[in-house]
Structures are given as C-alpha cells and as structure tokens.
C-alpha cells in the first residue's frame, strides 16, 4: 500500500461519509503505506477532483444568503456553511498529500493528520445539523477553497501561503465572531454549536501552524523573504484581501509573527 495514491483515491471519493472513513482509514494504518515521497502522480482520467456530492449547489459568494442563527432554518444555515467548509478542508488536507512531491516526509504526515481532524470536525457538524432535520447539500454554497486549491495546484509555496496561512486562517477570525452570534441565539442547538466550534477553534490552530511552518521551510529552501514574498503571491494569484479584525492571540498562536501581522493591517 502507497499512501499518497491512497490520499488520491479518498479525495475522489464523492460520498461524504464514505470520504471520511477513507480518511480515517488511511490515518489509521498510516505507518503501514509506503510513502515514496518523489514519486510523480497523476489523476486517471476517470477521477474527477475533488469528489463531492451532487449537493450543495455551488453558487457565486456573493449570491450565497446571509446566514443568521436567530432562527432554526438560520441556524440550520449557518451550520451548513461551516460544514461545507470542513468537506472542502479534507479535500484540501488529501490533495497536499497525494499532489505534492519531493517534500520531507514529515509534510505528508503532517498534512494527513490535518485530513483526519478536518474529518471529524464534519462529522461533528454534520451530525448537529442532522439532529435539526437536515442534511450536507441541503443549502446552497460557494467554492471559494477549492477554486484557490486549483490555482496553486503547481507550486506547494504558494498552497502553503495562499490556503492554510490565508483562506483557512481566516476561520480563526471569524469563528469567535460567530461563536458570539450563537451565544446571543442561547438556544441549546446554537450553545451546542458554540461547543463544537470550540474544537474546531482549537484544532484549526494547529492547521494554520502547519501551513505557517511549511511556508516558511520553503522560502528558506528557495532563499526567499517570507514577508514580502506574501502580498507578492497574493497579487499573482488573487487571493483575498484580509480586512480586520482579526484574532491576534489565535493568529500567534498559529505562528504568525509581529511583522505578518502589521502587514495584515496594512503597516
């Protein structure tokens, strides 16, 4: 067994139970797969990236509605929306492990654990909004992660500044935003999403680490300034533009430095 093709087959998967039990899988038998870090891959052409149900619809970001948890379809909403964006989070997690070749093995193994826990964070959100009546799909979304996933498909430097340090990082300023909203709701399903965005909070930490140190090894690598580098790679590949506020002890926490920060806010 090779884990990378492995990584590959699970990000393939379109069912997403069934995609989170590959993931669970391969973490679990990890150290039983051969790694072959130089080994090149390529998608079959039957393997369509990434595997996804047929729901949700994904529409513009612009055109997805507002999100409120002060009623129990609002709610319903809102978890939806962060469960879509832990599925696209496993499928970001499983395409660093199969797409990208020649790194330490510690990178594979570190970006497949990040598939795991991006796999249980959905599950426990997906379970949530199950026990609200609905299901993964049943909202529209957009496809914002994925779209930058493919656009730094060549380069691992720019996935690494451009997906965990920006898209996701991201979630570290806003979930205590939405965390408040929840508490306001004070409902027992809104406080019970306040619970389970506590372990993604905490989690997500982790990732965005990841994503921080791997960057960094790499501009060391290739003799680059991560600093300037960044709004470099933001101009090339439109990334979004970070506005305030943002969470500073979670983004430390992460390993962001003074200096990252100051450029966040423009200095």
Known sequence: MQLRPLALDALCITDPAQKVQATQALWSMRSQCQLLPDLVL?????????????????????????????????????????????????????????????????????????????????????????????????????????????????????RMALVPRTLEA????????????????????????????????????GHVAIGNHWYRWLCEQRGLDPVSLYGELVQRYDAPKLKPPFNDAARKKAGFTDAELAYLLGA
């Open 42 to 158: 390529a998608p079959q052409a039957s393997q369509a990236l990434p595997g996804r149900p047929l729901r949700p619809r994904l529409i513009a970001a612009k055109q997805v509605p507002t999100r409120t948890p002060f009623t129990p379809e609002g709610l319903a909403t809102l978890l939806h929306a962060v469960c879509h964006i832990e599925f696209n989070a496993i499928n970001l997690a499983l395409d660093a492990v199969w797409r990208f070749s020649a790194m330490p093995p510690a990178f594979y193994d570190d970006w497949l654990r990040v598939a795991f826990e991006e796999s249980q964070h959905f599950e426990l959100l997906h379970t949530h909004l199950q026990s609200l009546g609905y299901q993964y799909g049943d909202f529209d979304a957009h496809d914002g992660l994925w779209q930058m996933c493919e656009k730094t498909a060549a380069d691992v430097l720019a």
């Open 170 to 205: 991201r979630g570290l300023d806003a979930t205590p935003l939405i965390q408040t909203k929840l508490r306001k709701a004070n409902t027992p399903a809104a406080l019970k999403a306040v619970e389970i965005l506590d372990v993604i909070l905490r989690d997500e930490v």
